[in-house]
């Protein structure tokens, strides 16, 4: 049985193509949660390289074209249907997704 754990509205990124939201399973962790071209897509915010967060102040992310998130800190750069780091110091690795599912504007976590 799939439960749903509401993460965030559709509304809530307004002109932002991410948003972050505490992860409401484990209160040391937060998850991106990203609006791409073609659905919504959610990682849970820490950077591969070392395992900081993404965000250069809290909830505010870097992305280039849409289509790439950057960390912080030493600019990786992951793409954001994939999770994949495309360039960067950890490229070939991936953020941690997270699954999530789109029901009337909101955003829930799949368990
Ligand atoms: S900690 Fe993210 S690129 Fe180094």
Same mark, same amino acid.
């Given at each position: 049985?799939?439960?749903l754990?509401? #993460? =965030?509205?559709? $509304?809530?990124? *307004?002109?932002? #193509?991410?948003?972050?939201?505490? +992860?409401? !399973?484990?209160a040391?962790?937060?998850?991106?949660v990203? *609006?791409? *071209?073609?659905?919504?897509? $959610?990682? !849970?915010?820490? =950077?591969?390289?070392?395992?900081?967060? #993404?965000?250069?102040?809290?909830?505010?992310?870097?992305?280039y074209?849409n289509r790439?998130?950057?960390? $912080? +800190? +030493?600019?990786?750069?992951?793409?954001?249907?994939?999770g994949?780091?495309?360039d960067?110091?950890?490229?070939? +690795?991936?953020l941690?997704?997270? *699954?999530?599912?789109?029901?009337?504007?909101?955003v829930y #976590?799949?368990r």
């Amino acid at each position: 049985m799939v439960t749903l754990i509401k #993460l =965030c509205e559709q $509304a809530d990124f *307004q002109e932002k #193509l991410c948003v972050r939201v505490e +992860h409401p !399973e484990d209160a040391n962790k937060s998850i991106v949660v990203i *609006q791409g *071209q073609d659905g919504v897509y $959610a990682y !849970e915010n820490i =950077c591969p390289h070392y395992s900081v967060q #993404l965000d250069y102040k809290t909830g505010v992310f870097n992305t280039y074209k849409n289509r790439q998130i950057m960390c $912080a +800190h +030493h600019s990786a750069m992951f793409d954001i249907t994939t999770g994949e780091c495309v360039d960067g110091p950890c490229k070939g +690795h991936s953020l941690t997704a997270v *699954q999530v599912e789109v029901k009337e504007g909101i955003v829930y #976590l799949k368990r």
